[in-house]
Structures are given as C-alpha cells and as structure tokens.
C-alpha cells in the first residue's frame, strides 16, 4: 500500500473575497470551509492530512478544526508556491510519503470520485491532476474586449493536485520562476509529464465574495437527511448500578451488561450508526473484546459522533423511548436530555426524551428488564462525481 499524504494549503489571507477573515475560516451551513475541506478529504479516504495556515491564523484554525484529530499545523509563506513548499518540507521531514495530493482548503467539497481517479493515474503517472473543459468563450481583454482565444484544448485545472512525492518535492525546491499559481507548473519545469482526470464543478474555487451564495446553496441541496433506528434490551440484576440515558439512577436494581449496560445509550448509538449505514454497536464494540467490560457508554455515543463528523454530517436530532415500569422517568428527563446532548456537542433541541410503560405486559411489564429505542436524524452528502 503507497503511503499518501494529502497537503491541504490554507496559508491564504482570501483577498479577494473579503469578508471578516480569511476565507478559509468562514462558515457554510455553519461549519468552516476548512473544516468542509477536511472532512471531505477524510471521506474521500485520505488518511494522513497536513494543513498549512498563515502566520498568526493559530486561533482561527483551532476553532475551525474543533475536536478533529491532526498533526500540528505547518506555517505557510506569503505565496501559495511557498506554503505548498513549507508543506512538503514538513512532510519530509516527519518520513516522507509515496504519494502526495495537495489540495486548496478554498476547494472544500472534494468528491470521493475525483480522489479515487486521481489516486488509480497515479499508479501509471508521477503526476495527476483534475480538470474541466473551458466552456465559456474565452477572450483578452481588460476595459475593452480584446481577440478571442481558441477554446478548445484548453482545460481549467483544478485541486487536489497529486504526485510521487519525491518528485515533486525535488521539482518545488528546483523551482527558479516566479510565483505559480499550482503545483503542476512547477512538475512540468521540472520535467514531468501530468496526466490529466476529469475533475468536477463541486470542486470550483471560492475567489470571490459571490461564490459563498454558489457554495451555500451546495451545501444545502448536497446534504441528504437520513434516518436510523436502534433498539435495546437489558435484563435488570442486584448488585448493579443503573445508569440510563449517561445518568446514574438511584433504583434497587441496575441493569447487567458488558459495559454499563445503559440501555438507552446503546440504542442511540444504534441509531446513529444505522443512519450512517455502519453496522451496529457489536461491529464496533465486540462484546467479546475486554477492553469495554464495564465501560461507560458515554464513549460508545462519543464514538458513533465521531463517525458522523467522519463523514462530515451533521446530526440533526434523536428521539428516545424508554421502555420500563419503573424507575420513573420523568424526574431524570432533563438530567439524561442534558447529558446525551452533551456528549453528541448538539444543543438539547435536538434531543428529544420519551418513556412509556407496557402496561404490566411482556418482560418490561413484569420487571425484568428495560427496552429502549431510538430514531436519530443525520444530514450526510450524497456522493456524486
Ligand atoms: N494559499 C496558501 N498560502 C498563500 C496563499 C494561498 O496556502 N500564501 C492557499 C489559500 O489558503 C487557498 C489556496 O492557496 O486555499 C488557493 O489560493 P487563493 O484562492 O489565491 O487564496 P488566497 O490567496 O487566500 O486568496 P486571495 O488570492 O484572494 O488573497
Ligand atoms: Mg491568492
């Protein structure tokens, strides 16, 4: 297996699009470009990710990355061509890699399509880049319209771009022209010859200021809601502790499990995994293995939310039913309400507590044990080319 690095280059200071900060720290649907960027890559299946920011942008990176688990950020240069160099640098210098993909944080709805193109040319070409035909006439010009261009053969180069790392490497630290505005400039001064993909209007720049209404617009008509469905059952037991909903309630009995054995955690977790389309909690925790005796299921939920950021969705609600003649609920409502929002970072709106008895009937109704189920409401990005 080649050992890729994606380089994401987030150095910018977005001149041209204006606003408050730089463009990469700005929100769509109310995330970071940035962190869209990010989470497309990971989706896409790049594992090794190393970001290049500006000078000084350390505090907008960290709010913008949140809980996301990356190497320290590399510090860019004035120019793009120098960011890009820091970037490899940094990446020789921590062990190289086969295959490096370098990417703009301001293209941040990466397909996984174009990722899988680029990484099957890379296994015939040192160098692979994603492109798009030019489809409007092209023409000079400045304040008067100048000569046509002819169009055809001519192609709009985007990002990520890839290649063999050594060689670009080697290709950037030879450089000796100007400022370039890509990395496959610089490959071919340097010799090497760049097979083209085809590449995708999901993947187009923000420059200016009106591409964020083009962008938002994408976000929300490429976010697909879906819905998953968990279920659970625990008998009780003495000597137990019962823990419902990441709540500790006092009750003569608790309930016996693997773990902590909180029912209504493990169907939440169900239900988000099952929105996602990735098994259920045995998958990702085997009862057989050691390590989750006794485990609180606070980090079974705290798992399944890092699968969705994984997939950079969004979860958009849970709505819980415990099953069980007693305890009573209704004194812990607010209690577990709090707690599950808590542990998914969602506000408690989203978060919705029901309880119900089965009027005496079946195990619930003779106490043997609690039920829960739960539907949990994702917003994840439909796969496209
Ligand atoms: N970039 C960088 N370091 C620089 C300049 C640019 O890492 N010194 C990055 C940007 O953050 C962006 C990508 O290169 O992700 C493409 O550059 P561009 O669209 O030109 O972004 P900005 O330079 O930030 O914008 P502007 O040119 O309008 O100032
Ligand atoms: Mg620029």
Redesign the pocket.
């Known amino acids: 297996m080649a050992r890729i690095v994606a380089l994401l280059v987030a150095a910018?200071s977005g001149?041209?699009a204006g606003g408050g900060v730089p463009k990469q720290y700005r929100r769509l649907g109310g995330k970071a470009v940035l962190a869209h960027a990010l989470d497309h890559l990971r989706r896409a299946g790049a594992e090794d990710i190393r970001v290049v920011i500006g000078p000084g942008q350390e505090a907008l990176y960290a709010a913008a990355i949140g809980e996301r688990a990356l190497p320290a950020p590399v510090v860019g240069g004035a120019e793009?061509r120098e960011s890009v160099l820091r970037g490899l640098e940094a990446i020789a210098a921590a062990g190289g890699a086969d295959l490096v993909l370098i990417h703009d944080a301001a293209r941040p709805f990466l397909p996984r399509a174009v990722w899988e193109r680029l990484v099957a040319a890379l296994q015939e070409s040192d160098a692979a880049v994603p492109t798009l035909a030019a489809v409007d006439t092209l023409v000079r010009g400045d304040a008067l319209l100048g000569d046509a261009v002819e169009r055809a053969g001519l192609l709009r180069i985007q990002t990520p771009q890839g290649f063999r790392f050594d060689a670009i490497l080697a290709a950037h630290r030879a450089w000796a022209g100007g400022e370039a505005t890509d990395d496959a400039q610089i490959a071919r001064a340097a010799g090497i010859a760049v097979a083209v993909v085809k590449g995708s209007p999901a993947l187009d720049k923000l420059t200016f200021e009106e591409d964020f209404a083009r962008a938002e617009a994408l976000v929300a008509a490429r976010m697909v809601s879906r819905t998953g469905l968990g279920f659970d059952v625990h008998a009780f037991a003495e000597g137990e502790e019962l823990w419902l909903g990441g709540v500790r309630i006092p009750h003569p009995r608790g309930l016996r499990g693997h773990s902590d054995a909180d029912v209504a955690l493990h169907a939440v977790v169900d239900a988000i995994l099952g929105a996602l389309g990735e098994g259920d909690i045995g998958t990702h925790f085997p009862p057989s293995d050691p390590q989750w005796r006794g485990a609180p299921s606070a980090r079974f939920v705290e798992h399944a939310r890092a699968r969705v950021e994984a997939h950079g969705g969004r979860l958009d609600h849970v709505d819980l039913t415990l099953v069980c003649e007693a305890p009573k609920i209704g004194p812990y409502r607010a209690a577990i309400r709090a707690r599950i929002a808590a542990v998914l970072r969602v506000p408690e709106a989203r978060i919705s507590i029901k309880a119900t008895t089965t009027e005496r009937l079946g195990f619930t109704g003779r106490g043997e044990g609690i039920a829960a189920q739960a539907a949990a409401t994702l917003r994840l990005w439909e796969d496209d080319e």
Do not use: M
């Open positions: 910018g001149t041209r793009r």
